[in-house]
């Protein structure tokens, strides 16, 4: 599966817009990107997934340009509790039978 | 809302006994998997199933073995406990295509 490449960190401020692009050179045809949100001492939980164009939902957007070998997560007017650790992950299309390896992920620093 | 329960949420073993950890899910999903999350290493997979009694290794195995008897359930065993296998334990959970990754809590392992 596509190995996926994100910045180690970002810092922010209450209210702004936060995008974090991840790479992924090597997806395939039918790979689907997924995003996580990992605050400390729990397990990731999924925020967003897309194939390709823009998808949107109640917690964030996700843009994925034409050829697809990276993506965006923009987290809109963050406030101090989106302070997380966010995953990229590339996953099948298909039967799904394959090893799911995530990169380092972006640990998201949000200041009052 | 899909739910990946793991047994424990901490634990604390002695050098050379055997560790079972327990990861149960509840929406007949065919693939599961274990990682371990260590400081600085990110998620690192260690086993994964795409169906009852089949199993992959991962990255990082060494050490460990799984069982896969129920499709509900994916166990992770520590045949000796190490001290290098003091981490934090995340079980994760899918459906066969285009579906995200649903973790658990984790479990924290101290290896004394």
């Known amino acids: 599966l596509a190995k996926t490449t994100q910045p180690i960190s970002m810092d922010s401020y209450e209210g702004q817009e936060v995008n974090i692009t991840c790479s992924h050179n090597?997806?395939?045809?039918?790979?689907?990107i997924t995003w996580y949100q990992q605050f400390p001492s729990q397990g990731p939980r999924f925020i967003i997934q897309?194939?390709?164009t823009k998808v949107t939902n109640e917690v964030a957007s996700l843009f994925i340009p034409a050829d697809r070998k990276s993506s965006t997560l923009s987290l809109p007017r963050v406030s101090l509790s989106d302070t997380a650790v966010y995953y990229c992950?590339?996953?099948?299309?298909?039967?799904?039978?394959?090893?799911?390896?995530f990169g380092s992920g972006t640990r998201l620093q949000v200041q009052p | 809302d899909v739910k990946v329960t793991q047994s424990s949420r901490y634990l604390v073993k002695r050098t050379g006994e055997k560790v079972f950890l327990e990861c149960v899910q509840d929406?007949?999903?065919?693939?599961m998997f274990w990682y371990r999350q260590d400081p600085g290493l990110g998620l690192r997979l260690i086993y994964f199933?795409?169906?009852?009694?089949?199993?992959e290794k991962g990255d990082i195995p060494e050490g460990y073995s799984v069982s896969r008897e129920k499709k509900e359930r994916f166990s992770l065993i520590l045949e000796s406990a190490s001290t290098n296998q003091t981490s934090m334990y995340l079980c994760?959970?899918?459906?066969?295509?285009?579906?995200?990754?649903?973790f658990g809590n984790g479990t924290r392992l101290t290896v004394t």
């Open positions: 994760a959970s899918k459906s066969g295509n285009n579906s995200p990754l649903h």
């Open positions: 090597n997806i395939a045809t039918n790979d689907y």
């Open positions: 897309g194939y390709k």
């Open positions: 992950l590339v996953v099948p299309g298909d039967t799904g039978r394959r090893a799911l390896t």
């Open positions: 929406m007949d999903h065919e693939n």
């Open positions: 199933s795409y169906d009852v009694k089949m199993k």
